[in-house]
């Protein structure tokens, strides 16, 4: 390849800047020049890095100035680090974008969190952000998910009425086949729960039924979906439609079922740290996660893109279009800190340990 | 020196305690002194059934591990067993295997749809075992420990010689009546240190009960600090450091209880014979069903777990129904390129290994060396100092290492660096390296070292010139060892893991956790073959695994 001199490329940058498509983030300039002059950007995420490798490969490409560090955990560790971080006036992340909704509004409840307003806010749904700090990058309902080789299409539960109905119809043919989150040892599984206690009429006798087949429960989505894919297990509740559906394009014997009484939705919250030491980085990472282009490749990763205006079969849109008012998301607010009360919370554990009998 | 080893040792110690009797996290504005966080645990009925759980466990394979330890030190040792020759090395394999390794491939093989779980019930229509519960876990914890106890009763048989059951033989006792006899009575002080051994580290028990206990809610001490970080919704870093006192409080005793019966095992051994010639004794038509018998345990606690981890690496999906034909692949190894932070975890695994382990082979062996000829009231210190990081869980000790880091500012730049991770690992088997070191060091009688400095050399030409050289091979094996140790480890790094300082094992963990299996398995076998190449070089220059 011929040597192209430093000038020349900085032409074809330039062009490319100036043609830059629709779809790009509408970050203001200062704000990318500032975040150029910075360079550098950690992100704590609980995302799977290989889910978002596109991702960060296009963010790379649209600002080949910044050096972007992605660095996955899950969601207490990531909660924990900020806070340890931040006291030890160490260097912490500059993004976080956490599934653990509550923690990430208890971070901006408790004032770790710098106010930002996006341009791409006009293009969220109203419950989507928080005070400009607390912003729901995703939309991913909540499934049944099941095994197609071993649950037969006509047993398959379309709501949680039914569901409730199945296993304490059937009990020996479920016993020890249904998996869910364990809301003791899991804080996305404790807030799941909590709003299935706060949406379904009748979810003293749902939970009675899990307790009736000895549902099993784990920490991991991961370690549910592969048990529900090997047979240990035949069928799942509470679990990430985006996460099925990624599993499911690599293992076509995973089914999917958006319950039809109602669809939680839950989203990956991001905000930026007030210890951030590259701000407007991730002020430019915010807009461009938030902004069509990155939600297309969102939609692409399974994970639901939030917007609108983005189409395909993992977005808002086509959820909103099939399911319509039956999605419950999750607003982006204080009401997700009602239960982060510590006598709250283990009160509400006490009940869920009673009615499924593990006590 | 004293004082930078204690520095090194206590502080992390030091946090925990302090940290136990406090209402929230040290680090925070608004935390008090309070006694609130012991009365959360000691009253919380997970924290009862976790402690009955470990007493089960740890009392369970104890149980199991010392009496068959035992047999097959002797059969290896003292007996004809035919192959013993290769079966020796191949006893050693468990103790380098990660436990979470071996969990997950029990999962593979043997879990309610393993392979070989589906191929027992298509042949007899039912399995009749439960992977998942605390009988299993006892079982394979015991298996799995069966080394430690042949390590320690292979060595003691092996110093007193044979010339007493010979003896008896010649008298005309039969092989069994002198192994109950004779053989036992003398390696009985090895069984019990190797007894405590084992359930001490029953005590520890992180990655098996981690992976097992899942499904069924089943806890232990250790997993039960681990849900902790997660009860209250927020971080309870204090009912964590509660948990972390209460497994030291039995911990320092069996700690010191070892030592006490290390010496007692070491004087006892002292006694030997001259002739060391060994006449095999003869099993007889029991020869096979003793080889039968080994190999089944082999096939047991090795064969059956690496079989289901490599299965799993390499195939799409698995399980009821799945024809593994079709669904065999390579990509989970390939898409491992696609994560920065696992390639950066293989080589920083393959790095502190390597150098890490030379270092602290170094580092172990300057204090040994100040020790063992330093005749002092400070070598008594440091003697009973490199005991204490024995008695914390890895898992407690990364915690403590994390915020040591993160709050003694002169050091925390290096946090981020695997020089962080290499510290923690370097104390927590602070130990285990000692007495590795110790043992070569013992081999060199002081006479040479008098010899020399009567002709005039200086302490440190002694140790240059004299020692040094003669416990060169010792160093080499202990280096290997570590390596070994190094690769294997996972539960320090577990609070510790973040950009730079990911390793293999608890990335495992995390990822186990975040539920990426493919990532998992073909990780767990590359650390496999890591171990397995470190172990080849080791027994092809002769190392002793044991002192």
Sequence with gaps: ?359 | MVLATGLTILSPLGIILYQSFLDGPFFQGSTKLSLSAFRFVLADADFHRAFGSTLIVAVGMTGLAVPLGGLLAFLVVRTDLPGRRWIEPALLIPIFLSPVVIAFGYVVAVGPVGFLTLLFREAFGKAPWNLYSLASVTVIAGLTHIPHVYLYTSSTLRAIGSDLEEAAAVAGAGTAQIAWKVSLPMVRPALLYSGVLVFFLGFELFGLPLILGDPEGMLVLSTYLYKLTNRLGVPSYQLMAVVAVVIMTFAFPLVWLQRRLLGLSGRFVSVRGKGLKRVPLRLGRWRWAALLLVLAWLVATVVTPLAGVFLRAFVTNWGEGVRLREVLTLEHFTELLDYPNLVRGVVNTMVIGVVGGAIAVACYATIALVQHRWQSRWAKVIDYLVMVPRGMPGLVAGLAFFWVFLFVKPIAPLRATPVSLWIAYSVVWLAYGMRLISGALLQVAPELEEAALTVGASRGQVTRHVTLPLIRFGLLGSWLLIFLIFVREYSTGVYLLGPGTEVIGSLIISLWATGAIDIVSALSVINVVLVGLGLAVALRLGVRVHE
């Excluded at chain 1, 490319?16 to 150029?36: F, L, M, R, Y």
């Excluded at chain 1, 319950?259 to 839950?266: A, E, G, I, Q, R």
């Design chain 1, 1 to 359: 390849m011929p040597r192209r001199s430093p000038l020349f490329l900085a032409l074809v940058l330039a062009a490319a800047q100036t043609v830059a498509a629709e779809s790009d983030p509408g970050t203001a300039k200062d704000v990318i020049s500032a975040a150029e002059k910075e360079g550098k950007l950690i992100v704590y995420s609980t995302t799977d890095a290989a889910l978002v490798v596109p991702l960060l490969k296009d963010f790379a490409a649209l600002y080949p100035k910044l050096t972007l560090e992605y660095n996955d955990m899950n969601s207490t560790e990531l909660y924990n680090r900020l806070i340890s971080e931040v006291a030890a006036g160490a260097g912490s992340g500059d993004f976080l974008w956490s599934s653990a909704m509550d923690l990430q509004i208890k971070l901006a409840n408790d004032a770790y969190a710098l106010a930002y307003a996006s341009p791409e806010l006009p293009h969220l749904p109203q419950w989507a952000s928080w005070r400009n700090e607390a912003y729901a990058v995703t939309f991913e309902p909540i499934a049944f998910v099941y095994n197609k080789r071993l649950v037969k299409a006509e047993e398959v539960p379309q709501s949680h009425a039914e569901l409730a109905k199945a296993l304490a119809g059937n009990p020996d043919r479920w016993r020890g086949k249904v998996t869910a989150y364990d809301p003791e040892r899991s804080g996305v599984g404790f807030l799941l729960i909590t709003q299935d206690a706060r949406l379904d009429p009748n979810f003293a006798e749902t939970e009675r039924s899990y307790g009736r087949v000895g549902v099993k429960l784990y920490t991991s989505i991961g370690a549910m979906l592969e048990r529900i894919q090997s047979g240990e297990h035949q069928l799942g509740f509470n679990i990430f439609g985006s996460y099925a559906t990624a599993r499911q394009r690599k293992d076509p014997s995973i089914g999917i079922v958006y319950p039809k009484d109602y669809t939680l939705v839950m989203s990956r919250v991001a905000l930026i740290p007030k210890a951030a030491k590259h701000p407007n980085a991730a002020k430019v990472f915010l807009d461009y996660l938030l902004s069509k282009r990155g939600q297309e490749l969102i939609a692409k990763a399974a994970l639901f893109s939030i917007r609108d205006d983005v189409e395909g079969e993992t977005t808002a849109a086509a959820l909103n279009r099939e399911l319509g008012g039956t999605l419950k998301p999750l607003p982006v607010g204080p009401s997700l800190l009602v239960y982060l009360d510590q006598a709250k919370r283990l009160e509400f554990l006490r009940q869920w340990q009673q009615a499924i009998g593990t006590k």
